[in-house]
């Protein structure tokens, strides 16, 4: 073969190339370790001078031109490819969307719970306090008039994180923000808490891990008429049944004194709960006037009264909503969910007016 038919059949080569690959073995056929064009620039040294300077000039001129083609050959390669791809890939984004295939995402009914609970006693003029979640002693207990060794820290079945030189725990109830917020707050104070809450049981009426929201009022002539009338006015509207009836029962809390827990009052039609109708009574929440003690515990010099209440909110949801099972709540079932999941467009009515 002559050069000049060895250089055209290099630069055909590359335009008949069709592929990437392709490329790279033309250019290794021609300009590799043992191309052919490589071998013949190796001749060079071994002709006279004249022959070399043509020759030389010749090939160098042919490498020049073979690499430019085979980078032009290279892009158009590249951008068919990607024109191929784009054509076999068309996503036509009119096309209406499958209406069976679209799961919309719902609210758990705790969140909206905890919503509509937030409307409410924000609306009612009580702030919005957080607490964490990991409580040390005194703040879950001996603070709350629940020093060591009273009966009353058996009954909360506590989860205890043991620390060198403290002892921490999963907070039992949102009680303990009522200390948070009377040691860093200003007289008079309103607020209510919702949150998680914790403790070491687990049958089909409880789970280790629950929310509750705990309400505190405090100012200088608080009294229990305020209480039973905040909660009369949060029960009915939270219910939205404007007949509710309440009744205030004597217990006993250590925080509060007098403490009361409040039944409302339904009627049971056939396996099915309506609230709000006939004579039987059901337990909603835990309430009092609180005890100097706390005062004195958050470092209260004040003279001033107050009142707090705590429910559980997996319960209330449970009244108003229906779930049978508290347990479900936490299962991530999605069937579940979206049963009793809550829309995002869905307004929440608080009316019962
Ligand atoms: N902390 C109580 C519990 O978990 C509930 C409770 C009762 C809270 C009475 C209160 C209250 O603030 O006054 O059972």
Redesign the pocket.
């Known amino acids: 073969m002559n050069h000049n038919q060895l250089i055209q059949s290099a630069l055909n080569e590359v335009e008949r190339s069709n592929s990437i690959e392709d490329l790279e073995l033309v250019r290794v056929k021609y300009f590799g370790k043992n191309g052919l064009i490589t071998q013949e620039l190796k001749t060079l040294s071994s002709l006279d001078t004249d022959k070399r300077k043509e020759l030389g000039a010749k090939l160098n001129n042919l490498k020049k031109n073979f690499f430019s083609s085979l980078e032009d050959r290279k892009n158009k390669i590249e951008s068919s490819e990607i024109n191929l791809r784009l054509r076999k890939d068309f996503l036509d984004s009119t096309l209406p969307a499958r209406e069976n295939n679209l799961l919309e995402a719902k609210i758990h009914p705790i969140n909206q719970t905890i919503n509509e609970i937030v409307s409410i006693l924000g609306g009612m003029g009580l702030m919005y306090e957080e607490g964490p979640d990991i409580e040390d002693d005194f703040h879950n207990f001996s603070a709350?008039n629940i020093p060591k060794n009273h009966p009353a820290r058996q009954m909360?079945d506590t989860f205890y994180i043991k620390n060198e030189e403290e002892s921490y725990v999963m907070r039992?109830?949102?009680?303990p923000v009522?200390i948070r917020s009377l040691k860093k707050m200003p007289l008079p104070l309103r607020i209510f808490a919702p949150g998680r809450?914790y403790r070491c049981d687990s049958d089909i009426t409880h789970t280790p891990m629950f929310h509750?929201v705990?309400?505190?009022v405090v100012d200088e002539e608080i009294t229990f008429a305020n209480l039973k009338w905040f909660i009369d006015i949060f029960c009915k509207t939270f219910f939205k049944k404007e007949n509710l009836k309440l009744r205030f029962r004597p217990?006993y809390?250590p925080?509060?004194e007098p403490?009361a827990?409040v039944d409302i009052n339904y009627t049971n039609e056939s396996g099915k709960i309506i609230l709000g109708e006939g004579t039987k009574w059901m337990e909603i929440?835990?309430?009092?006037m609180?005890h100097p003690e706390v005062f004195k515990m958050s470092g209260i010099k004040k003279k001033v009264t107050g009142?707090?209440?705590?429910?559980?909110i997996e319960r209330l949801a449970m009244l108003k909503y229906g779930m049978p099972d508290l347990r479900d709540f936490f299962d991530s079932d999605l069937k579940w969910l979206e049963h009793y999941g809550f829309s995002f467009l869905e307004e929440t009515d608080l009316s019962w007016r």
């Open positions: 709350l909360h039992t109830h949102t009680s009522q809450t509750q705990e309400g505190l217990s809390f925080f509060t403490s827990e929440l835990g309430c009092g609180v009142f707090a209440f705590g429910m559980g």
